[in-house]
């Protein structure tokens, strides 16, 4: 099963949203210099990409709450 706010399963790792976005940053630095193969390309590729699902699941959380807190403010000052 996947946790969807911060999209990792219950296997894996997981790292905080400052964690995963500076893997995510080095991931984007290493594809772009090149001088990797193409195995080791995809492999980064595939990382990349689930770095980046795990940050928007931080990101999507973090909303989420904003939203919460803002709902109960309002509920709070209307009564």
Known sequence: MTDKRNG???????PSYEQARA???SVVERLEAGGTSLEESLALW???ERLAEICQGWLDG????LDAARQARDRSSAG
């Open 8 to 14: 990792a399963g219950p296997d894996d790792e997981r």
């Open 23 to 25: 893997e995510l940053a």
């Open 46 to 48: 595939e990382r990349g």
């Open 62 to 65: 973090a909303r989420d709450r």
